[in-house]
């Protein structure tokens, strides 16, 4: 193996242990000095990897939309695409719900990673376009009028809520197999559009195409802002 896949398999193991170690702590924090004992590097051998910790988190948030990316390129029927994007959200609530706040975080205080923000932009900003493809294509073949942008927001309130939902102990006590819990959500959101019947489809596509465009511009606003 050359030095250059060396580094890069390394880096990967960091990254995965970084994941798991604040999957673990419960409150998104980790220390670089824990992630090297757990991976049996110096503390040093981490910084040729990242410039601090912040980059590090964000390398891993990164490498979490690059995995969502790649799952919602699978090309097949639109309804189980967007099964998909509500399962993706549903799998490992912690996770989803974890990496956001990190970034939220990040965003809001966080200086000097314009560069590994815009890739993030860049990744989401196709990763949207594809779902709102899959959005579209669904709700023609369900003959409904339901907009494409009150769908796709319909998916993320239920994704981000079901999310919550599943990680809390509290209503895990009342609320049984998580499994069943899963499958009645992604039920319910395939089985929305049929409740919006189609008058119009122009509107529809309308809306897509209005979407995709204030993607487009908020993209150009991303690239140029300073993190």
Known sequence: MSRQHQFKAREENILAMAEQLLLESGDGDITLDSLADQL???KGTLYKHFSSKDELYLRIILRYEEQLFEINRIDDCPSAGVARMIFQQLYNPQKAMLLNQIEERLAASVTGLNRLFGELYDIRRHRMKRLIDIISVYLKD????????DYLSSIWAMGQGGAGLLNSSFYQRYLGRRDTLRYAFV???????????????????????????????ESEEHRNANY
């Open 142 to 149: 369900e003959r409904s009028s339901l907009s494409t942008r």
């Open 187 to 217: 039920q319910q959101m395939l089985e929305l559009p049929s409740h919006y019947p189609a008058a119009d489809e122009q509107v529809m596509d309308e809306d897509m195409q209005e979407l995709v465009d204030q993607i487009e511009t």
């Open 40 to 42: 049996d590097l110096a």
